[in-house]
């Protein structure tokens, strides 16, 4: 028999001891969740407060700081896209960022019932990542009855054609522009051939009623991919 | 203590007795995760395991990148991928198969779990607090319904700590994609998700809370055939 | 091969013996096999440690759980066999443990580990002195 009693019992003891140790140690160490005293910077100071159009509500995000591109590329005459109605709402707006910086001279636009037939990419370009929503074909990021508020750079475009204006012909319209054409983008219902959108934050929601039940964002036969 | 004449050895009365109990708390547990009464968690890690589910009924969902570490096989090392994070509070799933090409002593295995009640529709497998850590995925139009949908107020380009899927007491819990704090990283938040005919690339997926795994079955095939591309995968 | 002088190979043979002897020695003194199977159990979770498909059943699964539980099965199966006085205690923990894997380690390095942990972990636990047999009725 090897060693003595004693020798034994310490050498069980250690076992014991070491693998309470090791226990205690490792549990509930992974999951963890970050309860920083506010998520958004110092008592939640890094909110951003953001007025849905028609006065649908504040929301108070937390924002990321990363463009999210909505890229609908014109290929001739080719019609992409629908929206009832494309609304400026603030033009000049500052929003805050997670780390408490700031981006100012964006634009709050909002499209009511966007529908895209085909070729939309949302590309969100993240440092070291982009996230890709690719839509085979057509997808909705709002649909009937429902709002798209975007707030995106004024450098972001839409090319729009109208059957009663611009001869039914593509035209493109920055955001810069928007103020000066709301009277034109207000009232008429559009047909989209292009937009290239900078956003930095978009809401979609249903300005009346019950706020579910019409699912809003419809992608079918879409791939989502991390690159 | 080793007097000459006594003899040492293993006492197989004793010894039975114990393995027969050890084993019967096991059958107890196997039954207990069959008839859903003890939660499971399924988590898939290290490498990419293909998940397959005709769809996924979720409230509460919200999607994330995160930066998430992975071990790279024996030595603990570990590495970062960007990987997006989805979250749903809760959830109801129509059939599910994941399954992983495994090298095991040089041969290719395939490991699938499966589980589900073989009917379309009947959305049997049950969960709450479910991750999902997405390298792609993609739905698609079928009968029962078509691709990914959200639902509710949808907002894109919030701060990936900022999204909200699990609640305690009624309050939203903080973070629970466990995202770094700060900017650069992208998130989506949502009142509810369907999403249908999924197939995907994950690394790492946890179920965690009740859950309930009917027909759980778990098997190792040789070779590399995965879930299969039927309506309900297997 | 060359032939080995004849004292020599005569030697070789008496310390394969010599260890032989002192193998069934170590073997007859201690819970040997059944440490021998505990501590299989632990290594077979160790190495599988890092198996992509997990199942956690119960409380929350945590990644080191195969490190602690396969660490610890084969830790407790060296003590089994450096300890041999409280095997009774080791092996006990030895099949708890086999089963906590069960829960928390892939089913145990889907079951294997597990099986192992408790056939090994109850022979620890069943080893002793052997009664001869007619005693058998006045222990009982």
Redesign the interface.
């Known amino acids: 028999m090897t060693g003595n009693r004693r020798r034994q019992r310490v050498l069980v003891l250690f076992a014991l001891v070491a693998l309470l140790v090791a226990s205690t140690i490792t549990t509930g160490g992974r999951d963890e969740p970050a309860h920083a005293a506010g998520a958004c910077g110092p008592n939640d100071a890094y909110r951003s407060t953001l007025q849905l159009y028609g006065g649908a509500g504040t929301l108070r995000p937390c924002l990321s700081k990363v463009n999210i591109n909505v890229g609908i590329p014109q290929s001739g005459q080719s019609h992409f896209f629908d929206i009832q109605k494309i609304r400026i709402i603030e033009d000049n707006v500052t929003l805050r960022y997670a780390d408490g910086s700031t981006e100012s001279n964006l634009k709050h636009i909002t499209f009511e019932s966007f529908n895209v037939r085909d070729n939309m990419t949302l590309t969100v370009d993240g440092p070291g990542y982009d996230v890709r929503m690719a839509p085979d074909a057509a997808a909705v990021i709002g649909g009937e009855g429902v709002n798209t508020d975007l707030w995106v750079t004024g450098d972001s475009f839409v090319t729009v054609s109208s059957i009663i204006l611009f001869f039914g012909l593509c035209t493109t319209a920055s955001v810069n522009l928007f103020s000066n054409l709301s009277w034109l983008l207000n009232g008429s219902s559009w047909t989209g051939c292009g937009m290239n959108l900078d956003v930095r934050f978009m809401a979609v929601y249903r300005p009346t009623g019950s706020t579910t039940g019409l699912f809003p964002i419809k992608l079918p036969n879409t791939t989502i991919s991390v690159l | 203590m080793a007097a000459s004449g006594v003899v040492y050895g293993t006492r197989w009365g004793r010894t039975n007795a114990l393995v027969l109990i050890a084993l019967l708390v096991i059958a107890g547990i196997v039954v207990a995760v069959k008839q859903q009464v003890i939660a499971a968690n399924l988590v898939f890690q290290s490498s990419t395991s293909q998940l397959a589910t005709s769809a996924i009924d979720g409230s509460d969902v919200g999607f994330g990148v995160v930066r998430m570490t992975r071990s790279t096989g024996s030595g603990g090392g570990t590495d970062v991928k960007n990987v997006l994070r989805g979250g749903f509070a809760n959830g109801k799933l129509d059939g599910l198969c994941v399954s992983q090409v495994q090298s095991i002593l040089g041969v290719n295995m395939t490991l699938k779990i499966t589980a589900g009640d073989g009917v379309l529709g009947t959305y049997e497998i049950q969960g709450s607090n479910a991750l999902f850590d997405i390298v792609s995925i993609r739905g698609t139009n079928g009968s029962n319904g078509s691709g990914i949908n959200m639902d509710g107020r949808a907002q894109f380009g919030l701060a990936a700590s900022d999204v909200t899927t699990t609640k305690t007491n009624g309050v939203f819990d903080i973070n629970p994609l466990e995202a770094d704090q700060g900017t650069g990283w992208f998130g989506i938040d949502a009142d509810k998700g369907n999403l249908y005919n999924i197939r995907g690339t994950i690394y790492d997926g946890v179920i965690g809370g009740p859950f309930s795994l009917p027909n759980l079955s778990i098997t190792v095939t040789p070779g590399t055939s995965g879930c299969d591309a039927s309506p309900l995968p297997k | 091969m060359t032939t080995l002088p004849l004292s020599q190979r005569a030697a070789d043979v008496a310390a394969l013996l010599a260890a032989l002897r002192w193998f069934r020695a170590f073997r ?4 040997f ?2 440490g021998l199977w505990l501590g299989l159990g632990g290594i077979w979770l160790l190495t599988f440690a ?16 195969a ?2 539980i396969g ?2 099965m084969l ?2 199966a060296l ?1 089994a ?6 095997s009774a ?5 030895g ?1 708890l ?3 906590a894997a ?2 928390s380690v892939n ?1 145990g390095g ?1 079951l294997i580990g ?1 099986l192992l942990g ?2 090994g ?3 620890v ?6 009664k001869p047999r007619k005693q058998k009725a006045e222990a009982a």
């Open positions: 007859r003194t201690r819970p096999w059944g890092n198996m992509s498909i997990g199942l956690a059943l119960g409380g929350g699964w945590n990644q080191s759980a490190y602690v660490g610890g830790m407790f003590t066999w450096f300890a041999p006085f409280y205690l080791v092996g006990f923990t099949v443990l086999a089963l069960f829960v089913l889907f597990s408790i056939v972990g109850a022979m636990w069943g080893w002793g002195e052997k």
